[in-house]
């Protein structure tokens, strides 16, 4: 490689990264692939199209990660180029934006006052002194710092608004890399799992979803309880974990856990996220018929185990168990299989009133949800043996204040890139005969017709203040 | 309830200023375009008490909440944030034709939310993860957004039409529709709202991902869908504000840009999500 080539390659990949036409292809395939990865599945789901794909395509999927695309190689080369794109334009364009700020343009410049509309200048009566010490009281009460040059026949006054307005793009680009590092941080150093906590048991790890290994907390978590509200139309209305933590065994905090409401413990965020039961101990049934007197029969019943009828037609068995059946409450399935006949099966539930006022019409007369279905008896649910089990998302994120400082650096910058922008303004006070000419001309660095408009009330402004000075 | 049924009423409230508008653009007479005005601004006001209606029933059925939780509610906002950004336009510039491009918008979402079987126009209660503070800001801002790009659309459309303008068109409709240059100009200032909204949009929803779900960004489809339209909305401003491309070029972006909006909203209920509740 010769001298001239090192000294080249350089400016070639400067060149390459600060323009603005890569900035736009970057997006636009940084697009473009987003769109694969929301149609092909990600993750677990990919599970389904592995299937239906071959052997040999699968292979080709598997290898070009596409089946966990976002946190491919690829993709973060990808995100990887349009950083350094960002960096080394905003690298390449800050030079010239801080010389703008920092320019300190002349008052009596005329290049401004050419071709200047009609609207923008006006005669009015008095010296040359006078108005033009109104004309700069006036100034100096909307411009911050208001330069003058004068001459013996023309006064300049110069004034500008919004200069740090150069900086706005750079605010933003910088909150871009804030995110980024935010979330690098987050995939370094921190980490995501999950953890079922069954009510009343202690934990002291979880389960990382990436790695497929369990991760010691250094402290433990015991679910006190679990519970789960439901609306009348069996919707859910809240999830909530009465979570303690111990350290050394010793209790440190009580804490409840509800959706929207994670709680954080020594920089872990415990964030409700699932739950379940499982089916510990009996189900508590009573059974109604004349053959066995006034008093039901209680009975303790353990699923899937065959019991006789208290008046002894037969055999009965509880064959499910649902702790909320269509948004109606607990209730289990009862088989009765009699000595002789056909077995008939049917629903009972806990809650009796509300599910006749709840189910439609056609099911409450079906025999499938009469608890009366086998004659003479009637089956009462009174208990369901369930043990709830939390399922809780188990984070720590060190990246997170750093990806909001970026969003909130992103909003403000936007707030200045598009809604403020840098204005100057001349105003040219001359004797024309025995009376003064006013001319107001400005420029800006954006937004015309917000200048122009600027501009207007600008020389309405002072031409009404100098109304007033005269009367 | 009432508040569907007076929505539904508000459909073709806005059917009819669309035709309206359409009378004015063809005939050239200033007195529809006035009526199209009060009728719109008439349907406007009604929407408004609609929704706070809408609210307001929500309470009495004790399950209270601002009327942004589902399809139906999203949709009858969308609508309602168009026609109110629309009048702001119409009552700023003084013209009236962009109307005849944007009052569809409004009838189609309101036709879609009151007249679609699949779209469940009750009042349901919130599920434990849509009740949250960041619900209401998530939704203002989105369709603020979305909004925002829908009149963007409407203005793009318009650009390309007038472009068929040419001296010996006759025609009034073409005639009618304000130069290219306030068009560009005005539809880079509804990207740019747009745009600002998206991004408040996808950080509140972030903020609010992150404590419901316990994380601000998981890639599910909804969230890398708003990202895509984030993405062609930037590249869009970057065309625009450092490389100046304007007129055709810009209208072609912001036509793509929108049917990504589209895609953001109502395409991805065909994909699994964690977004299933705006379903």
Known sequence: ?471 | MLSSTVLSYITFAYFASFILYLFMMVMGRDFFGRLATYLTLAGLTIQTFAIILRWVESYRLGIGHAPLSNLYESLIFFAWVIILLYMIIELRTKTRTLGVFVTPLAFLALAYASFSPGIESHIQPLIPALKSNWLIVHVITCFFGYAAFGLSLALSIMYLIKRLENTQSTGIFLKLIPRSGILDELNYQMVVIGFLMLTLGIITGSVWAHSAWGSYWTWDPKETWSLITWLVYASVIHSRMVRGWKGKKISIMCIVGFCCVLFTYFGVNYLAGLHSYAK
Request: hydrophobic share 40%; glycine share 8%; aromatic share 12%.
């Open chain 1, 1 to 471: 490689m010769t001298k001239s080539n090192t000294e080249k390659n350089p400016n070639l990949i400067w060149g390459l990264f600060s323009s603005v036409r890569l900035t736009i292809v970057l997006l636009i395939i940084l697009a473009i692939v987003s769109i694969l990865g929301t149609v092909i599945p990600q993750q677990q789901d990919a599970l389904g199209l592995a299937k239906q794909l071959g052997p040999r395509l699968f292979r080709l999927f598997q290898s070009l990660d596409l089946f966990d695309m976002y946190h491919s190689i690829w993709f973060r080369i990808l995100i990887g180029f349009l950083a350094l794109n960002l960096v080394i334009c905003s690298l390449d364009r800050f030079p010239n934006s801080l010389k703008r700020f920092r320019a300190v343009p002349k008052p009596d410049r005329s290049k401004p006052f050419e071709h200047l509309p009609s609207e923008q200048t006006f005669l009015t009566e008095g010296n040359l002194k006078g108005t033009s010490a109104t004309v700069a009281r006036f100034l100096r009460s909307r411009y911050k710092k208001v330069r003058n040059k004068e001459t013996q026949k023309i006064i300049y006054f110069f004034g500008e608004k919004g200069r740090f307005s150069h900086f706005g793009v750079y605010l933003v680009h910088l909150s871009v890399l804030l995110i980024l590092i935010g979330s690098l941080l987050g995939s370094f150093f921190g980490f995501e799992a999950f953890v079922n906590i069954l009510e009343g048991e202690r934990i002291d790890a979880v389960a990382l979803r990436k790695e497929m290994a369990t991760l010691k907390l250094g402290f433990e978590v015991r679910c006190d309880k679990f519970s789960v509200d439901f609306y009348e139309n069996g919707a859910p209305k809240e999830y909530r974990s009465d979570l303690s933590f111990f350290i050394d065994g010793k209790e440190a905090k009580k804490a409840v856990l509800l959706v929207n409401h994670p709680v954080q413990f020594r920089g872990v965020t415990f964030y409700q996220q699932s739950y379940g039961s499982v089916h510990r101990g009996k189900v508590r049934l009573r059974i109604s018929a004349p053959q066995i007197g006034p008093e039901d029969a209680a009975m303790e019943v353990e699923a899937d185990k065959l019991y006789d009828l208290p008046g002894g037609e037969g055999q009965f068995s509880v064959r499910d168990i649902r702790d909320n059946m269509m948004g109606l409450g607990p209730a289990v399935l009862i088989f009765v299989q009699p000595k002789e006949g056909k077995e008939t099966h049917f629903w009972v539930f806990r809650n009796k009133e509300m599910v006749k006022g709840r189910l439609p019409l056609p099911m409450a007369r079906s025999p499938e949800f009469n608890p009366s279905a086998f004659n003479p008896y009637t089956f009462f649910l009174d208990r369901v043996g369930t043990k709830y089990y939390t399922g809780l998302q188990v984070n720590r994120d060190p990246g997170v204040p750093m990806v909001w400082l970026g969003c909130f650096v992103m909003v403000f910058g936007f707030f200045i890139t598009f809604f403020t922008s840098h204005r100057k303004t001349w105003v040219r006070v001359s004797g024309e005969g025995d009376r003064i000419r006013i001319s107001v001309a400005g420029t800006s660095n954006k937004d015309p017709v917000g200048l122009k408009r600027h501009l207007e009330r600008l020389v309405n402004d002072l031409r009404n203040r100098l109304d007033e000075k005269r009367r």
